[in-house]
């Protein structure tokens, strides 16, 4: 386990694709002053990379990128493609990849910039294989109708030529490839707290996280 050298508030937020686990980390990020890492982006970017760049990808050319890498780098609207997505899903299978990009996020996860009051990070292993003595937990789930919707809307807004049946038939892909991997599979850990998005509206989301981190935080 990573030390650090002051007290800080870690969050820790698993969750299958398109649940909404990361516009809440975001919306929790910011009210609480935390520094955020989506950390499935990571594994979008060196799928991208690897879809670029076919001829240079190897796990040293991996290697160089993560050592560079910086947390704006993960904004690149093509980082969001199914395609990528996808490709992510098969990328974060490869041990020696996953060993990598495990070391990326602990340190992010415990040695946040100092400006910053603590860390939140979301992905599909954080509860249990990333920060296990996170502060607090969450599961973040929707129905696979809604987050498949959600998902067209956002590809859409982006100009994405997709169809819905094509992004929830992706979806199905990726759950099964994240529920059944042999390596850091997603899962809910007993003491993660469930939260069901399907029903709820951003703010509402937000506000049930809020108020369970008030209630300890403030005792």
């Keep these: 386990m990573i030390k650090t050298n002051r007290k800080i508030l870690k969050i820790a937020i698993d969750s299958p694709a398109a649940a909404g686990a990361g516009t809440v980390a ?3 990020s910011k009210h609480y002053n ?3 890492l989506d950390t499935g982006k990571i594994y979008r970017l060196i799928a991208y990379l690897k879809i670029k760049f076919p001829k240079k ?12 890498l910086k947390v704006k780098d993960l904004s690149n609207k093509a980082l969001l493609s199914d395609e990528v997505g996808t490709e992510a899903s098969i ?3 490869v041990k020696a990849t996953r060993k990598l990009v495990h070391s990326f996020q602990i340190n992010c996860a415990y040695n946040p910039p100092n400006k910053f009051k ?9 509860t249990y294989n990333i920060v296990p003595d996170a502060d607090f937990k969450f599961f973040i789930t929707a129905n696979i109708k809604t987050r498949a919707q959600r998902r067209y809307n956002e590809l859409k807004s982006l100009k994405k030529k997709v169809s819905y049946k094509e992004v929830l ?8 490839s994240d529920y059944n991997r042999k390596i850091a599979p997603l899962k809910k850990t007993k003491d993660s707290v469930l939260l069901n998005t399907s029903k709820l509206t951003k703010r509402a989301c937000f506000l049930k996280l809020k108020k369970i981190i008030d209630r300890k935080i403030n005792n």
């Design 26 to 28: 975001k919306a929790i």
């Design 34 to 36: 935390l520094f955020y």
């Design 57 to 68: 990808f190897n796990q040293k050319f991996i290697k160089s990128k993560i050592k560079s």
């Design 91 to 93: 990328i974060s299978k």
């Design 118 to 126: 603590g860390t939140c990070l979301d992905g599909r292993d954080i």
């Design 169 to 176: 038939k992706s979806i199905k892909k990726r759950d099964k």
